[in-house]
């Protein structure tokens, strides 16, 4: 069982700046596309950032352009998401995820094999 890890969450006020962190302990996926996704409560799960594994090449909703940042460090097997003037839109639980063997950049979540249990960031105004 491959195990994903986030941390990093916290409430902060509109305008902070926080870092998640995403750790697989003890895998390597050469191929893999790693994405973060976002759920707010009542509304559906939906893609924020994502990156691959390989090639570094990023993907980022529309929403969160210019905002957030996701990146790697292969070494540590971890993938941050560096999240800025974050706005009480943000709020919500934040999951990493797997695509163990990416053929293309997903950004639906049936593309994904392995899931975190998702960390909480709560900004207010």
């Known amino acids: 069982q491959v195990q994903v890890v986030e941390s990093g969450g916290g409430s902060v006020q509109a305008g902070d700046s926080l870092r998640l962190s995403c750790a697989i302990p003890g895998r390597t996926f050469s191929n893999a596309y790693m994405g973060w996704f976002r759920q707010a409560p009542g509304k559906e799960r939906e893609f924020v950032a994502g990156?691959?594994?390989?090639?570094?090449?990023?993907d980022y909703a529309d929403s969160v352009k210019g905002r957030f940042t996701i990146s790697r460090d292969n070494g540590k097997n971890t993938v941050y998401l560096q999240m800025s003037s974050l706005n009480p839109e943000d709020t919500a639980v934040y999951y990493c995820?797997?695509?163990?063997?990416?053929?293309?950049?997903?950004?639906?979540?049936?593309?994904?094999?392995?899931w975190g249990q998702g960390t909480q960031v709560t900004v207010s105004s």
């Open positions: 995820a797997v695509d163990k063997a990416a053929v293309i950049r997903p950004t639906s979540l049936g593309a994904y094999d392995y």
């Open positions: 990156i691959s594994w390989w090639s570094g090449i990023t």
